[in-house]
């Protein structure tokens, strides 16, 4: 019943805390390891070794801590049929945000490529995904004098065997918070065309139909696989 369930979930809850704490003890044990060794022997070539061992040791935590932040995200590409044909590597620049595109599949030449307002990709037209991300009211456009969209990005090219390997810069965007942040309220998403962007027609470059989705999302992965239903559970219930 509802007990056993919430029982579960503490359980749950409680075994990854534990994890947690372990692996934090194990860390902390290892600091203080290096650090009191160090009081203790006086061989200085060996303090100094202790501390770069030290240095590497934090860097690792920094760098760990940060591949979870804001900072970097993956967004899965899929095509009309629901197939996933590639990604997008999206990571936070001065600039604005650096997008990595790796695509399979597509039609040799120019594909227009956007930031699209929701974070909806429903094929196989993917209008779900609204129209382009335009939080300051301008024109379409990177050729656009009044332009342009903040989701507005160049065309791709894909090679004879259908392949896209580029990485592009979505100029004064950010995976921050704020107006210009592409995972603002539920997120955005990102649109693959099937035709070229001409960079000024409205209201989206005459790029043609949408043919790869891909949801940009805050947290695309909340809480593992441990939140869907549990079956069992459903079958305790039933049983009663
Ligand atoms: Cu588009
Ligand atoms: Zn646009």
Do not use: W
């Not at 290096?34 to 934090?58: P, Q, S």
């Not at 592409?182 to 470059?205: A, F, N, W, Y």
């Not at 139909?209 to 593992?224: A, E, M, N, S």
């Amino acid at each position: 019943m509802q007990k056993t369930g919430i029982k579960r979930q503490i359980r749950a809850n409680s075994g990854r805390a534990f994890l947690l704490l372990k692996r934090g003890f194990y860390f902390l044990r290892l600091a203080y390891c290096l650090l009191v060794d160090t009081r203790d022997n006086n061989a200085k070539g060996d303090n100094l070794m202790r501390a770069i061992l030290l240095l590497i040791f934090m860097t690792f935590l920094v760098s760990c801590q940060s591949g979870n932040s804001e900072a970097n995200r993956t967004v899965e590409m899929y095509n009309a049929s629901g197939d996933m044909v590639g990604t997008a590597e999206l990571s936070e620049q001065d600039a604005g945000v650096q997008v990595k595109l790796s695509l399979e599949g597509l039609e040799p030449g120019f594909h227009g490529v956007h930031v699209h307002e929701f974070p909806q990709c429903e094929g196989p037209d993917f209008t779900s995904a609204g129209n382009h991300f335009n939080p300051d009211g301008n024109e379409h456009g990177l050729m656009h004098p009044e332009g342009s969209h903040l989701g507005d990005l160049p065309n791709v090219e894909a090679d004879g065997s259908g392949i896209v390997e580029a990485e592009l810069m979505l100029a004064e965007a950010t995976l921050k918070d704020g107006k210009k942040s592409i995972l603002r309220g539920e997120g955005t998403s990102l649109i693959v065309h099937d035709g070229q962007d001409d960079g000024v027609s409205q209201p989206g470059g005459e790029s043609g139909d949408r043919i790869l989705c891909g949801v940009i999302k805050t947290d695309p992965d909340p809480q593992g696989e441990e939140t869907p239903t549990d079956p069992t559970e459903f079958n305790e219930e039933q049983e009663k």
